[in-house]
């Protein structure tokens, strides 16, 4: 068999990590499974302060109001604190996730499974010009069979980059509002 067929091959039949493992050594260690099928970055300047971005991420049951997509979250009884599960909906797929970092001003990650894939989702803040703007680095990797098939990461990443347009539409508009 050539090789680029064993390549497509294995990336059709990945299963990748165990969700323990994404959870502890990739989540947890900053990474997202890079040989997952299905990966996608994007990035965005916001021009309001960390504190205000990080607000609304750190929300989640606070998602529906302003994430495409989302209409519910349900939030488990510590809040968003690591190793805190909590379910949502994202296009009418239900999801259960659960926080690896929560690192105010800094980042917000998780895990999550949907219909047999398992995923590695970050939010990553950078303060800018002495904390008036934030860059937003989201990215995220989604393993599984036959996941690359029907969700190829072009795909993925155009669900980032609406994600961060309405973090960033959100939190400028809060922004605006706080300066009236």
Not at 21 to 37: N, S, T, V
Not at 42 to 56: D, F, G, N, Y
Not at 122 to 136: C, I, N, P
């Amino acid at each position: 068999m050539p090789v680029a067929s064993r390549s497509l091959l294995r990336r059709v039949f990945y299963t990748g990590p165990s969700l323990a493992e994404l959870q502890q050594h990739y989540a947890k260690g900053g990474l997202i499974d890079d040989r997952a099928p299905v990966t996608a970055l994007s990035r965005v300047r916001i021009e309001a302060p960390p504190a205000t971005v990080w607000r609304l991420l750190h929300d989640l049951p606070g998602w529906p109001s302003w994430v495409p997509g989302v209409t519910s979250v349900r939030q488990g009884p510590k809040g968003a604190v690591p190793d805190e599960e909590f379910r949502w909906k994202l296009g009418g797929m239900p999801i259960r996730s659960t926080l690896a970092v929560v690192e105010p001003l800094r980042e917000l990650c998780w895990t999550g499974v949907l219909a047999g894939t398992r995923a590695v989702h970050r939010f990553r803040l950078a303060s800018l010009e002495d904390g008036r703007a934030t860059e937003v680095l989201s990215e995220e990797s989604i393993g599984g069979p036959f996941i690359a098939l029907y969700f190829p990461s072009a795909k993925l990443r155009t669900v980032l980059e609406d994600w961060l347009a309405a973090l960033k539409s959100t939190a400028e508009t809060a922004e605006r509002e706080v300066v009236r």
